[in-house]
């Protein structure tokens, strides 16, 4: 493993075995997080984002379960550890931000006692000494009045303030790796903004590895060093941010990147991509965006692209940037 990387994914394959048929959420997935850096993984709605973060957390339950791959943690395969060892590694060396904080907050504790009790699972720290912890942390994320929010319970708190003891709750220990499952989607864009600041001034500060799961371009440009974009349990695209908004080559990036609305005025409608995700039991033969292509060839129906190198660490799944598919017409 590359000791420039934090995580490295390795044919990930997440399936769930249902009275209906196998369903392929993530299907053999690769993906690198390089140290202190924020990698976007970006999609629609159920293209296997938030499976693929829930396979590094061991919080896949069934009928779902990993089948094949390497989720390596600074060259330590996760996918081999029983349920002790995660929960050694769980908040400790590896954090994750849920999507809606009040059903990830436990309603009869304070949010003090919550964080608090993060501190002395991973620590050998009084409870005193984890208090104040968790005071200083709920000051370093914004919390006003940090002392008397130690004590509000989470109904208490605004989806604002609830998001920032999440993220606290996360940062507290210092973990190597945090993974943000779309953090920012129950609030409004002035809270946005802040969260979105906040994040990337403590991922600067302590040098934390970030992975930001999110269907929102506009947090992609603003947060990302890199950039993975997701498809029907499948990677499409990968590149640096800049390389990514500057030079996309998936049909499927370019549909997404068009349907951002135009502030300037000059489009009369928004783009939209034809057609609906597909279902995971019932994938269409080849390329799985083939049925929603303007660009589709008669290959794309009949097996499915692999991985192509275009640039220096730009990669597209499409035969589009297959030479030898291209040279035969």
Same mark, same amino acid.
């Given at each position: 493993m590359d000791?420039?990387?934090?995580?490295?994914?390795?044919?990930?394959?997440?399936?769930?075995?249902?009275?209906?048929?196998?369903?392929?959420?993530? #299907? $053999?997935v690769d993906i690198t997080v390089p140290k202190g850096k924020i990698v976007g993984i970006v999609g629609e709605s159920g293209c296997g984002k938030s499976v693929t973060a829930m396979s590094i957390m061991h919080?896949?339950?069934?009928?779902?379960?990993?089948?094949?791959?390497?989720?390596?943690?600074?060259? %330590?395969?996760?996918?081999p550890k029983s349920i002790k060892e995660m929960n050694k590694i769980r908040g400790k060396r590896v954090s994750m931000i849920f999507q809606e904080p009040m059903t990830s907050l436990n309603p009869v504790y304070t949010v003090g006692k919550q964080v608090s009790e993060a501190i002395l699972l991973h620590q050998e720290v009084s409870r005193e000494e984890a208090k104040a912890k968790t005071i200083d942390i709920f000051r370093k994320v914004g919390i006003p009045e940090a002392d008397k929010r130690y004590n509000s319970y989470p109904h208490q708190l605004s989806g604002g303030l609830r998001q920032r003891? /999440?993220?606290g709750m996360a940062m507290v220990c210092d973990p190597e790796l945090l993974i943000a499952d779309e953090p920012t989607t129950a609030l409004d864009v002035t809270?946005?903004?802040?969260?979105?600041?906040?994040?990337?001034?403590?991922?600067?500060?302590r040098g934390t590895s970030v992975i930001m799961i999110t269907h929102n371009l506009g947090v992609v440009a603003e947060l990302c060093?890199?950039?993975?974009? /997701?498809?029907? $349990?499948?990677? /499409?695209?990968?590149?640096?941010?800049? &390389?990514?908004?500057?030079?996309?080559?998936h049909p499927y990036t370019h549909g997404l990147l068009n349907s951002i609305p135009d502030t300037s005025g000059t489009k009369d409608r928004l783009y939209t991509i034809r057609g609906m995700v597909p279902n995971l039991l019932k994938l269409p033969e080849g390329c799985r965006f083939?049925?929603?292509? #303007?660009?589709? /060839?008669?290959?794309?129906? @009949?097996? %499915?692209? &692999? @991985?192509?190198?275009?640039?220096? $660490?730009? %990669?597209?799944?499409?035969?589009?940037?297959?030479? %030898?598919? @291209?040279?035969? $017409?």
């Open positions: 000791n420039k990387n934090l995580l490295e994914i390795r044919g990930l394959k997440t399936y769930f075995f249902t009275k209906y048929g196998e369903v392929p959420a993530v #299907d $053999g919080l896949v339950q069934p009928p779902g379960r990993v089948i094949e791959g390497q989720i390596l943690l600074d060259g %330590e395969d996760l996918v003891v /999440m993220i809270i946005e903004a802040q969260i979105l600041h906040l994040m990337r001034r403590l991922q600067r500060e060093d890199e950039v993975y974009v /997701m498809y029907a $349990g499948k990677v /499409m695209e990968h590149a640096n941010v800049f &390389e990514l908004f500057e030079n996309p080559q083939c049925p929603r292509c #303007d660009k589709a /060839m008669k290959i794309c129906t @009949m097996r %499915e692209p &692999e @991985m192509h190198t275009t640039t220096e $660490g730009h %990669e597209v799944r499409c035969f589009l940037y297959d030479k %030898e598919v @291209m040279k035969n $017409g």
